[in-house]
């Protein structure tokens, strides 16, 4: 039915109408049938993944290239020129373009600060710091340095997961504590991290500064990594071992991972502060040895090339969205959260639902939270929501889930590096069970 008001024509004619007196006041009429594409990209995703025992069979990216198709399959009575002029303006706004900015950026500190031996140094330090009746819960504390340091939960799991093993023989532990301890101390960074795909999507998609969504976020999770520490310490209090060998670090290839830190935490652009990493780590690792002057640019490159999937992912999502949200998806999932919000409380444990049951569909936290953002956007504006706090609930949950699901990478990576099966870490997993209750806790505690 088409709906014309005060003989202004809505340019698409089952989705939008006006509403009162105000000729600027058009409004997106909510549609089920426009969440098609979305629906289709789970159901191809998961049933792959079903199918063949293998999460990771299907390509996201190839899931998503589908679900874009179907998306502009919708909706007939729009011209094809007119829906690519509907993704490019979605692909185009600022927050798409700076956060896969900023994805090449991180990448490429990733790819530089790795090579100059910025990883294998920070491990080599925490351990020596680290007594040894504190063996275990330490693994905890240098994964959550680590991870918050590079950014990358995967990276500080291949990392720590061979130390784990170690700690484990040596001790005699049970090695599902010790390599439970490494992915929880990687899913605080992974959270946490500035230089994280997550911490960048949920910041771009809400638009809030990245050291307000830090310091946010940290005291929402700092209760569950302290309790954390305490059940790994009380587990494993009684033992104690030795390592062989020289723990070799240089004070200098952890420099790198300060500065990135340090500039992050007081405020500088981000693009400045990861450019700064980038430069610093070349001349760490060609001062250091670690990175011959041929292989500097390479080195970047390699981190850089590693985020191109992300990238991709991030754009195809945006052109998706742009076209289901111009059809009504986006504003029939905002009337059905919000015809079961009551007020503040509601729309922040709205927004963390829909990112945890999100995150548990696409097994990737950081998909999870670009598909998720412009909704909750929408709630947290509607709502009053703090986009710090919306951000900070975004990356929360999608990590909750992340850190527990037996098919998400970190577990399965964890899993194949140890010889273990996901089932027989999950048990161990308290950091993520903590920091959903931490969270929802939050929600309801908090003085409004």
């Given amino acids: 039915m088409q709906t014309e008001d005060a003989g ?3 340019s698409h004619p089952h ?15 909510g549609n089920a049938a426009a969440l098609l594409p979305i ?8 049933g792959a993944g079903i199918a063949f025992g293998d999460f990771y069979a299907m390509p996201a990216v190839v899931a998503f290239l589908i679900a874009l198709f179907v998306a502009f399959m919708q909706n007939r009575q729009q011209k094809f020129a007119d829906k690519i002029k509907v993704i490019a303006k979605g692909v185009g706004e600022e927050n798409i373009i700076t956060m896969s900015l900023i994805f090449l950026c991180a990448g490429g500190f990733s790819g530089a600060v790795t090579a100059a031996g910025g990883v294998e140094s920070t491990v080599n330090l925490g351990l020596s710091l680290i007594p040894t009746h504190f063996a275990v819960a330490g693994l905890f504390v240098i994964g959550c340095f680590i991870s918050v340091s590079m950014g990358t939960s995967m990276g500080t799991i291949a990392a720590l997961a061979p130390i784990a093993v170690g700690i484990s023989e040596k001790t005699g532990f049970e090695l599902s504590v010790c390599i439970a301890s490494v992915v929880c101390g990687a899913m605080f960074g992974d959270n946490l991290s500035m230089i994280s795909d997550t911490t960048i999507a949920a910041v771009k998609t809400q638009g809030c500064d990245m050291k307000d969504k830090f310091k946010a976020n940290f005291l929402l999770v700092l209760p569950a990594a302290v309790l954390s520490i305490l059940i790994f310490w009380i587990m494993t209090r009684n033992v104690s071992y030795s390592l062989e060998g020289d723990l070799k670090y240089n004070l200098w290839e952890v420099f790198p991972y300060l500065i990135v830190l340090a500039g992050a935490l007081a405020g500088i652009n981000v693009f400045l502060v990861l450019i700064s990493g980038i430069v610093i780590s070349l001349i760490v690792g060609v001062a250091a040895g670690n990175i011959a002057v041929t292989e500097m640019f390479k080195v970047v490159g390699d981190g850089v090339t590693s985020m191109y999937d992300i990238t991709v992912i991030s754009i195809l999502v945006a052109c998706i969205v742009s076209l289901v949200k111009e059809a009504g998806g986006i504003q ?3 009337d059905l959260i919000k015809s ?3 007020g503040k409380k509601g729309a922040e444990l709205g927004i963390a639902l829909l990112a945890l049951f999100v995150d548990i569909c696409t097994a990737n936290n950081t998909v999870a939270i670009v598909m998720t953002g412009p909704i909750a956007r929408e709630i947290s504006e509607e709502y009053g929501v703090d986009p710090k706090r919306s951000a900070s609930l975004l990356d929360m949950f999608t990590s909750v889930g992340q850190g527990m699901i037996p098919y998400g990478a970190q577990l399965l990576s964890a899993a194949t590096l140890t010889g273990l099966t996901p089932v027989d870490i999950l048990p ?3 950091y993520p069970v903590l920091m959903g209750i931490c969270g929802v806790g939050a929600i309801f505690l908090r003085k409004r």
Avoid: A, C, E, P
Wanted: aromatic letters at 18%; zero cysteines; glycine letters at 6%.
């Fill in 15 to 29: 989705f939008k109408f006006k509403k009162g007196n105000d000729m600027n006041d058009t409004v997106t009429k």
């Fill in 332 to 334: 029939f999932i905002l």
């Fill in 340 to 342: 079961r919000i009551r």
């Fill in 428 to 430: 161990n997993l308290y």
């Fill in 8 to 10: 202004v024509k809505s």
């Fill in 39 to 46: 629906g289709v990209f789970l159901l191809i995703f998961l």
